[in-house]
């Protein structure tokens, strides 16, 4: 069965990092791109970051370049994003997407 399970969310105080995981299991994982997603309550999906299937080739919202780095270890059919420097925020849930399938999300909030 193809999914896509994201983990590593929970609640973090400000200023602090977290490392979000995203694994793929059921089809190929190599041979395609990605891209990192946060959906807030009430508010538009936002993209955050994609990389390419060789990881030679990222984006990175204008929004959180400084603080989020996307990286894909392909052996291990993962990609990771790295936050560093936490915002508060409420909860909200951050997805990935490899290819055209999508997770249900791992939920982050940044509360003190």
């Known amino acids: 069965q193809a999914q896509v399970v994201e983990s590593g969310g929970g609640l973090v105080q400000p200023g602090g990092s977290l490392r979000l995981s995203c694994v793929a299991s059921g089809f190929t994982f190599d041979t395609l791109g990605l891209g990192w997603y946060r959906q807030a309550p009430g508010k538009e999906r936002e993209l955050l970051a994609t990389?390419?299937?060789?990881?030679?080739?990222?984006y990175t919202s204008d929004s959180v370049w400084e603080r989020f780095t996307v990286t894909r270890d392909n052996p291990k059919r993962t990609t990771y994003l790295q936050i560093k420097d936490l915002k508060p925020e409420g909860p909200a849930m951050y997805c990935c997407g490899v290819g055209l399938r999508w997770g249900k999300g791992t939920q982050v909030t940044v509360s003190p």
């Open positions: 990389m390419n299937r060789s990881g030679g080739d990222t």
